[in-house]
């Protein structure tokens, strides 16, 4: 069965399975003991964290391995926020970042400190000139990914890093997946990133603090891993975390490897999609994305049935749509882009992936999303611009009442009234389902129709739309 969601966590390495198993052997007794297979042990941990070090860019001693991605990067924001108490309590960070620092960013406000949410563009990637202006006086910590967890797009971390060391603010970096593909470029303070996304087993993280970053780690403090994370670690994953992290490395050396190869499945999906699924919109950055990646929403789809649909049909894919989360509200990162959230699917290839699959998941897709739209009565047709003799036949304006109805509902009544209106004419949709507030704009851009804007109601909010075409 084919396995599209290496974001969420890539299968095994190879490489990592081999050393896992060998470490367990070897690497099970306590690297901080004297005697032999104390020694043994730490010969082990000092290795892996040679190799990590030299694929992140750091030196060894900067670098410590945390059991989570997450953990690595709540580790660092306070640690670091609490070493610069006496500058700022001012948190930057984009409006896209991994969940992880937005949930610690929520802490930080709740205990009396202040956040700053740099917006993005409609492909997902920050102004370089906004984000250098939120560093104010009294910036503690600025964190931005380096590419986007749900639809790829690439952040400028080199020129974003520049204006932070200019402005005397330490830069933390969220490298979870983009790590696999080389390092980070530019003058960044923290890293963090999660061996689970390269090909390691779950349970290892890494956090890197630069020297000369001023650092204070949070808790009860250990002798372990310079002070910053409690507790025996799992030495045989984190082995095998390296050894994945390494042969990726080394494979990325080849005369075609397997970033390049990827990229191109990728190209195809991104180009072949829109041309075989009616109303669909690509989302992320075309040119400054992860090669591994892609991510495109279907109007007037429900994305659980769609994802469970695909999943019958052999396929493993994941989704930022609200129809498949279970507190119904759209991705962050979608909402952040203002782009299309219902229908949305993510691609992300593992290592190894055959052409075949993709080729069979470009064949399988249409056929499945007209399926599902089908079931939901979608209108299959756009409406046909009217002629000026007929639009005093058509009503001027209509109101559609979509209350107590969840997504993508409010927008396929939406489709289907719009074609009762003349051109010039207004459709109102009353709904008190909150992904309407990003959906209903994003049809508007997709369908080139004016979204005129919302206004109060008794119930809900009423989401006004001109028809332009």
């Given amino acids: 069965m084919p396995y599209f969601d290496a974001a969420s966590a890539a299968p095994l390495h190879p490489v990592a399975r081999e050393a896992l198993l060998a470490s367990l052997d070897e690497g099970w007794a306590d690297p901080a003991r004297l ?9 082990l941990l000092d290795a892996a964290r040679e190799a990590a070090a030299e694929a992140v860019g750091c030196r060894p001693d900067e670098l410590v391995f945390t059991p989570s991605g997450t953990q690595a990067v709540h580790s660092g924001i306070f640690g670091s926020l609490a070493a610069r108490r006496r500058v700022g309590r001012r948190l930057v960070h984009s409006a896209v970042e991994h969940s992880s620092v937005l949930h610690a960013a929520e802490v930080h406000e709740a205990a009396g400190g202040t956040a700053a949410a740099v917006g993005v563009d409609r492909a997902g990637r920050v102004a370089v000139a906004d984000f250098a202006a939120a560093l104010l006086p009294g910036t503690a910590l ?20 520049a204006h932070c060391q ?81 042969a990726l490395r080394a494979e990325a050396g080849a005369e075609r490897d397997e970033a390049g190869r990827l990229r191109e499945l ?8 829109p041309e075989q699924v009616p109303d669909v919109e690509v989302v992320g950055d075309p040119a400054h994305r992860l090669p591994h990646l892609v991510t495109f929403s279907c109007l007037y789809v429900d994305g659980e049935i769609l994802l469970q649909e695909l999943d019958r049909a052999g396929f493993s894919v994941s989704s930022g749509s609200s129809c498949t989360s279970s507190t119904l509200t759209p991705s962050h990162v979608l909402r952040a882009m203002g782009v299309l959230s219902e229908g949305n699917v993510r691609v992300s290839l593992p290592y190894g992936t055959p052409e075949a699959e993709v080729e069979r998941f470009l064949e399988v897709l249409p056929g499945t999303v007209r399926e599902v739209r089908e079931r939901l009565g979608v209108p299959t ?43 010039g004419g207004t ?9 309407s507030a990003v959906d209903i704009p994003a049809w508007c851009w997709t369908q080139k129709q004016e979204y005129v804007g919302q206004e109060a109601a008794d119930r809900g909010v009423a989401y006004v739309v001109r028809r332009s075409v």
């Fill in 166 to 246: 200019e402005a005397g603010v330490p830069l933390l970096v969220d490298a979870a997946q983009s790590l696999a593909w080389g390092p980070v470029p530019g003058a960044w303070s923290l890293m963090t990133a999660s061996a689970h996304k390269w090909g390691g087993p779950p349970g290892v993280g890494l956090l890197a603090v630069r020297k000369g970053t001023r650092f204070a780690p949070q808790g009860p403090l250990d002798e372990r891993e310079s002070g910053r994370v409690p507790g025996f670690g799992n030495l045989p994953a984190i082995v095998a975390a390296a050894a994945a992290l390494r």
């Fill in 266 to 273: 990728v190209d195809r999906i991104r180009r072949r999609v």
């Fill in 381 to 423: 047709e756009r409406p046909a611009p009217a002629a000026a003799e007929e639009s005093v036949t058509e009503e001027a304006g209509l109101v559609v009442d979509a209350l107590g109805k969840r997504c993508p509902v409010p927008v396929i009544e939406l489709g289907r009234a719009i074609g009762r209106v003349r051109v």
């Fill in 35 to 43: 005697y032999r297979e104390g020694r043994r042990a730490r010969l």
């Fill in 427 to 435: 459709v109102t949709v009353l709904s008190d389902d909150e992904v």
């Fill in 142 to 161: 600025a964190c931005l990914q380096s590419a986007n967890h749900e639809v790829g797009t690439e952040q400028p971390v080199e020129e974003v890093a």
